[in-house]
């Protein structure tokens, strides 16, 4: 068996790629896919990805692009998932913030910075003719540290997957002001340039797995309920998650890595527009 680690959150994207591990569709091909879940996001996993300690990433797209073009040596083998991801500005529920105006110059919380949550906080201020320079932040680590920073009040606003963050807004923890989609298909596959050049077959048996699961995902008979038991989520709340998703089973388009770069550059976060060859594995 062919040892392959791989990183994720522990979020219902990453569902399918659980369900073939237990399975055993990965184990079919002689591949023992480890998974481990990392709450921290994507500056963790880019950082896992560059120090070589795990093989393949399911990654916000902005993200590992940044950290690519900083010289992370890895590329994004795949497209994930095919749809924007929908970030909720969420503030404490006992706040006194109800609008997006009224956290323009506040303290952000961030799980790390080169994070989703990092980067989004910048595509939100521009998208509201806000000074990006005047963008400040808390790091939070994870979902509890927001959940602690906000009602400390050490941060004033945390951007989060929407859903995810649904049972907080429910308990009465976030209160959500609004959504910001990102402007490309959310997340991404990313593989070490170690793991490319030494295992492409066990790579292509990875993808090929991962595919077959994704494009049946949807009609799985009562996914949405095994879904909201899996994640403690409303029903009704999985079943519109779903509705907005698409899963993707090529790599991101050149147009699509075009315009992440291009707004990373405008908004000053990274230094230059590389040449898709550079961050794109097997282009399309």
């Known amino acids: ?131 990006t320079q005047e963008l400040k932040f808390e790091v939070i680590d994870n979902l509890n540290g927001a959940v602690a920073s906000l009602t400390e009040g050490k941060a004033d606003y945390f951007m989060w997957e929407r859903f995810t963050t649904k049972p907080l807004v429910d308990q009465g923890v976030f209160r959500r002001i609004t959504d910001c989609p990102t402007p490309w298909p959310c997340f991404v596959i990313a593989a070490t340039d170690k793991f490319i050049t030494e295992n492409p077959g066990t790579l292509k048996h990875v993808l090929d797995v991962i595919n077959i699961y994704t494009s049946d995902f949807k009609r799985i008979p009562s996914i949405d309920r095994t879904l909201a038991n899996t994640y403690n989520q409303q029903l009704e709340d999985i079943k519109h998650w779903l509705s907005l998703t698409e899963w993707g089973q090529n790599n991101i388009s050149k147009k699509n890595l075009e315009l992440v770069q291009n707004t990373l550059k405008d908004l000053k976060l990274i230094e230059k527009v590389s040449p898709s060859m550079e961050i794109l594995y097997k282009e399309t």
């Open 1 to 131: 068996m062919k040892n392959v680690d791989i990183v994720g959150v522990p979020e219902h994207f990453n569902f399918p790629w659980h369900l073939a591990i237990e399975e055993g569709a990965f184990g079919a091909r002689g591949i023992n896919l480890k998974w481990t879940d990392i709450p921290e996001g994507t500056g963790k996993m880019a950082q896992l990805l560059k120090d070589n300690e795990t093989d393949l990433a399911i990654i916000l797209t902005e993200g590992i692009v940044k950290s690519i073009s900083e010289g992370n040596p890895s590329k994004i083998v795949q497209e994930y998932i095919a749809t924007p991801l929908l970030w909720g500005i969420h503030v404490a529920a006992k706040s006194n913030y109800k609008t997006l105006a009224d956290i323009k110059n506040k303290t952000g919380a961030i799980s790390r910075y080169g994070s989703g949550s990092h980067l989004m906080a910048y595509v939100n201020a521009q998208n509201q003719g806000w000074d």
